[in-house]
């Protein structure tokens, strides 16, 4: 069973510090992972992608991948409110259709 | 119109009731999926379509029935549907269906009475 594991949380951080995200996965052979962000009611939107080992910057936004060791993170510099969202991980296995996603992290950050 | 778009967004119907849902991408894109999205769980695969060819059944039961008639539109048709088939349905599409990020419209909120 390939699966992909978050924390559910919630994860309360305040307002302006780093929040840390975190995903593992089981299938060695991903290839290519990405980070949703999905507010309440609403459907994900796609935040970041990253397919090589290393970190990957994006504004506020960091991914890390370590594929030896199969987990995949989401840094939030400076959260704001707004960044309260549940996060989703995904997972796309090399050369398939077969995405599989984590249940969500849920973040809150209090002003 | 832009992104991904799909109708309606709220639908409540009898379990004896047929409807359907319509999803329409404006971006270029030659592949197109159906998630379920339930409270708690993981968001579920249940029909991708590449150049409107049907690549995957995720064991999906026959009361949903997808339709692709070209790469922009993307259809679920709804029949005898049960009260645990009462969810979020996604439409996503991407650029393939291999490594692409993919990018959601925004639901179809069904209840099953």
């Known amino acids: 069973q390939k699966e992909v594991e978050q924390n559910s949380g919630p994860l309360s951080v305040p307002e302006g510090a780093i929040a840390s995200l975190n995903c593992t996965y089981s299938d060695r052979g991903s290839q290519s992972f990405f980070w949703y962000r999905q507010y309440s009611g609403k459907s994900p939107e796609l935040i970041m992608s990253?397919?090589?080992?290393g970190d990957k910057e994006d504004g506020r936004f960091t991914a890390q991948l370590n594929k030896a060791s199969q987990y995949v993170s989401l840094l939030i510099r400076d959260s704001q409110p707004s960044d309260s969202a549940t996060y989703l991980c995904a997972v796309n296995m090399g050369g398939t259709y077969k995405y599989i996603f984590g249940t969500g992290t849920r973040l809150k950050v209090l002003a | 119109e832009t992104g991904v778009t799909q109708t309606p967004r709220h639908l409540v119907m009898g379990m004896t009731n047929k409807k359907s849902l319509k999803c329409e991408q404006h971006l270029g894109h030659n592949a197109m999926y159906w998630y379920k999205q339930s409270a708690k769980k993981p968001l579920e695969l249940m029909f991708v379509?590449?150049?409107?060819?049907?690549?995957e059944n995720n064991s999906v039961p026959s009361r949903f029935s997808p339709e692709c008639p070209n790469s922009s539109h993307l259809f679920l048709h709804l029949h005898t549907l049960q009260p645990e088939d009462s969810a979020l349905y996604l439409c996503a599409s991407s650029q393939d269906v291999s490594y692409n990020e993919q990018f959601f419209g925004p639901g179809t909120r069904l209840t099953v009475l």
């Open positions: 379509y590449s150049l409107e060819e049907r690549v």
């Open positions: 990253i397919y090589s080992n």
